[in-house]
């Protein structure tokens, strides 16, 4: 999901990255192009127990807002499968075939069912 993702960089500073839909979600790097894995890992440290991760808005959402005016805008992919990865225990019923086939793909690509 993109991400609208809020840079800045101070003079003899990284670049300072916060993504408003996500709060608590700050990230800096010294290279521009490092700032998208950034924020993910940030997105998954802050909602790593969180049973709900906030959706996505448009910059438009934020962009006049006094708190982002010396900076420029991005968007940011941020995986929303790759947060809170915890196993959930979950019982349910398939038709056989389609049970061999997700066996076959997982073994395929080396992942269990």
Known sequence: MLYPMYVWKDAGSA?????????????????????????????????????????ASSIEKW???????????????IDRSKINTRPVRLNISLPESLLHDIDAYAKSHHLTR
């Open 15 to 55: 670049y300072g990255a916060r993504l408003p839909d996500l709060p608590g979600v700050f990230t800096a790097a010294d290279d521009l192009n490092e700032l998208p894995t950034m924020a993910q890992d940030s997105a998954a440290t802050m909602y790593e127990v969180e049973a709900h991760i906030p959706e």
């Open 63 to 77: 962009k006049d807002t006094p708190n982002y005016v010396d900076g420029f805008w991005m968007l940011v992919a």
